[in-house]
């Protein structure tokens, strides 16, 4: 059963991280960003207090899944993070791809293997929430997607187990993926209606 939820949300900035403290109230510890990158440090499957300068204070989880697939002489590294908040989810997908094809020299025989890497973000435009029997599907924008009530329903009620996701691409790509289990067991957390108030 497929439940289309079609809302847009435009993207907002992601800046630098930095985790400085913790908040005495909430027991949260507090992100300074609401940053997705690969040379970050961030403090994955853990609710914490993100504290950004252009957004303000909101609680969320980030999330972080990396796998290699081939396909003939490229091999690519594929990572999907993301930040899961109580008003939207954002992601982050990044694909290095390696090309390696082997020069000869004379008389037929092997010499080195060339490598070059290629590395690149894609915009996703469509998601799909795979939870139990249900697959939920939200349209957004610029990797950005909003949590509407209905799914933060499900997010709350979902099993503590890997939760598979679908990502498509503006340019038409299908990337499977899956979300953490840890970070699903803090998604009963999040969700509720009372994550809205912690941090403010």
């Excluded at 972080?64 to 396909?71: I, L, S, V």
């Excluded at 933060?152 to 099993?159: D, F, K």
């Excluded at 890997?162 to 999040?190: A, P």
């Amino acid at each position: 059963m497929v439940r289309r939820i079609i809302i847009s949300l435009g993207i907002l900035g992601i800046l630098a991280f930095s985790a400085t403290s913790v908040n005495a109230a909430t027991d949260l510890r507090i992100v300074d960003s609401a940053a997705l990158g690969t040379r970050r440090n961030l403090p994955w499957s853990e609710l914490v207090e993100i504290n950004d300068p252009f957004e303000g204070k909101f609680v969320g989880v980030f999330d972080r899944h990396y796998f290699n697939d081939r396909f003939l002489n490229t091999t690519a590294r594929i990572e999907v993070q993301s930040l899961w908040s109580r008003e939207s989810i954002r992601f982050l997908l990044i694909i290095r791809d390696r090309d390696c094809l082997s020069r000869s020299f004379h008389y037929g025989v092997s010499s080195v293997l060339s490598c070059s890497e290629l590395s690149n973000a894609r915009n996703i435009i469509e998601l799909f929430i795979k939870i139990n029997d249900d697959v939920l599907q939200v349209a957004g924008q610029n990797s950005t997607f909003p949590v509407s009530e209905e799914l933060a329903q499900a997010l709350q009620n979902a099993p503590d187990a890997r939760i598979s996701i679908r990502l498509v691409t503006q340019s038409g790509e299908t990337i499977d993926s899956e979300i953490g289990q840890g970070t699903v067991e803090v998604w009963r957390r999040l969700y509720t209606s009372q994550a809205r108030l912690i941090g403010e």
